[in-house]
């Protein structure tokens, strides 16, 4: 527990970030509305840390799912701790896993701040897998309370752009469990790659043991059956 609390306070300080941001201006921000998501990987330095800066409006469905790949060097712990923060610098939630997911409702508009800690490996590199973004359920109800009052010209046409949201929202979700899938496909890949590695490289390794042995046996009985030609025979 206690050095979970100093790692969240090592997070709180001034590191290297990216945000992720609308092109519109702030005043317009009420326009971007639409779900967004973001998936790559990213290699973690040892004993640092990567935080990222993702905007987000009120009442969304904030997710962050990661994944360590591998890690090199004399690392061995594969555990990476995770931390989310609101605009305010509020503490949200947090992780200590080699694999997380983290949902919450945004409650406040702004950049929420993500960070990536590899503060269990002093002497190593991680790689990360991290998908994250928001999903805006209830966008087409909003909008349609901001239109209150106005005549609806034809009741189909609402129906079918709310069905088109709904579909829009269930391929999202499709997407992020494909990019779960993608990130245990992308660790076991690695995982057959060392193997494979491992396995011919210790396969050459004995087999050049095995004939440097078989030479220095054949020496060996060679020398024992010498014979001096210059000392005369009985």
Same mark, same amino acid.
């Given at each position: 527990m206690?050095?979970?609390?100093?790692?969240?306070?090592?997070?709180?300080?001034?590191?290297?970030?990216?945000?992720?941001?609308?092109?519109?201006?702030?005043?317009?921000?009420?326009?971007?509305?639409?779900?967004?998501?973001?998936?790559?990987?990213?290699e973690?330095?040892?004993?640092?840390?990567?935080?990222?800066?993702?905007f987000?409006?009120q009442?969304?469905?904030?997710?962050?799912?990661?994944? %360590?790949?591998? %890690?090199?060097?004399?690392?061995?712990?594969?555990?990476?701790?995770?931390?989310?923060?609101?605009?305010?610098?509020?503490?949200?939630?947090?992780?200590?896993?080699?694999?997380?997911?983290?949902?919450?409702?945004?409650?406040?508009?702004?950049?929420?701040?993500?960070?990536?800690? @590899?503060?269990y @490996?002093?002497?190593g #590199?991680?790689? #990360?897998?991290?998908?994250?973004?928001?999903?805006?359920?209830?966008?087409?109800e909003?909008e349609?309370?901001?239109e209150?009052?106005e005549? #609806?010209?034809?009741?189909?046409?609402?129906?079918?752009?709310?069905?088109?949201?709904? +579909?829009?929202?269930?391929?999202?979700?499709?997407?992020?469990?494909?990019?779960?899938?993608?990130?245990?496909k992308?660790k076991?890949?690695h995982? +057959?790659?060392? @193997? +494979?590695?491992? #396995? @011919?490289?210790w396969?050459?390794?004995?087999? %050049?043991?095995?004939?440097?042995?078989?030479? +220095?046996?054949?020496?060996?009985l060679?020398?024992?059956?010498?014979?001096?030609?210059?000392?005369?025979?009985?």
């Amino acid at each position: 527990m206690l050095v979970n609390i100093l790692l969240i306070v090592l997070s709180s300080q001034s590191v290297w970030s990216r945000k992720s941001e609308p092109s519109l201006s702030e005043a317009s921000a009420g326009l971007f509305r639409g779900s967004d998501k973001y998936d790559f990987a990213i290699e973690v330095p040892a004993a640092e840390m990567e935080c990222f800066w993702h905007f987000a409006h009120q009442s969304g469905s904030f997710y962050l799912a990661y994944m %360590v790949q591998w %890690v090199t060097g004399m690392a061995n712990n594969h555990r990476l701790f995770v931390t989310v923060h609101s605009p305010e610098g509020v503490f949200i939630t947090s992780r200590s896993e080699a694999l997380g997911q983290m949902n919450f409702q945004t409650e406040v508009t702004g950049f929420y701040r993500m960070c990536l800690g @590899n503060h269990y @490996n002093q002497f190593g #590199v991680t790689r #990360v897998f991290v998908d994250f973004g928001v999903i805006y359920e209830s966008f087409m109800e909003s909008e349609r309370e901001m239109e209150e009052g106005e005549e #609806v010209i034809n009741s189909t046409l609402a129906g079918i752009e709310e069905s088109v949201q709904k +579909l829009q929202n269930q391929i999202f979700h499709m997407w992020r469990h494909y990019n779960f899938a993608r990130m245990r496909k992308g660790k076991d890949h690695h995982i +057959l790659t060392s @193997n +494979l590695n491992y #396995v @011919n490289w210790w396969s050459a390794t004995q087999s %050049v043991v095995i004939v440097l042995s078989g030479y +220095l046996q054949l020496f060996v009985l060679k020398r024992l059956f010498r014979t001096d030609s210059s000392r005369p025979r009985c």
